[in-house]
């Protein structure tokens, strides 16, 4: 808590500099010699507080910190508790932020409401416990997460015997997590674009980025920062209008939603077609496609609902036609 007065007119500074929407947190920061932590912190107090700039400059020095830094109020049981699901589930509906519903909270609450820095703080706390993939927060229609599964399944060809292994495509949009499975003999270019276009036609719309891995059947130029799609991929984009943005290589966190999906597959799909003889890949997309059904109303164990149901409400009305 400040007490000396220099570092109150710091503070009298930031909050007046802050009041011009030009400046950045930085700039300011860099103007007062302070650092950007302190920068924001003054500003998260004064809007918890209410105080802004013009206020600020009618109070005294005593007034001014008594505001900004009232002494801690006493624990009580009678919080209300945010609902953090539903907050986690919000956030991803275009142009909500935290602090749109910590007003609505608020509103709500009243005196048994947290103050914006608290309720931020422990939405946080909340969240770490998510896996990672789920800690994501996709805005509805934006991402959609492609790849194939490490397993694959025997198809018996009855004429012959002969045992052929199909590959097993995945797909699971951002902000919903509802997921699409196919099998596939192959993964080459058209491979890929049949089981995307099959992926569009079940979600009904098409998102604004297709996030795939780089698998020379879809890029002809593996790279970091400017892989080059394949031709075949590009008129898929352009039939589309959807922007094709691969993962970069190494880096698991642009396509955990798609390596959390693969596993649920593989784990409530596949797992339970192992005891089970194919002879046709339309037989196998079949089964595969009666499995996707309990998988997309299986309850979420953390957030409220399901992926279809969060499919529903998130993706589905944000996706183009």
Known sequence: MPTPRVLMSKIRQALQLL?????STRQVAAALGISKTTVSEIAMYARDAGVGWPQAATLSDDELQARLYPPPRP???TRREPDYAS????????????QLLWEEYSAGAGEAAYRYSAFCEKYRAWAKGLKRSMRQIHPGGERLFVDYAGQTVPVVDASTGEIRRAQVFVAVLGASNYTYACAT??????DWVSAIIATLTFIKGVPKLLVPDQPRALIAN???????????????????????????PGRPQDKAKVEVGVQVVERWILARLRHRRFFSLVELNRAIAQLLIDLNQRPFKKLPGCRAAAFAALDAPALKP
């Open 19 to 23: 009041a011009d929407a030009s400046l």
């Open 87 to 98: 907050l986690h589930q919000e956030l991803k509906r275009p142009g909500v932020t935290l």
């Open 222 to 248: 593996p790279d970091a920062y400017e892989p080059v799609t394949a031709r075949l991929m590009q008129e898929l984009g352009e039939h589309y209008s959807v922007a094709v943005l691969p993962a970069r």
């Open 75 to 77: 624990r009580s049981s």
């Open 185 to 190: 003999w192959q993964q080459t270019a058209a």
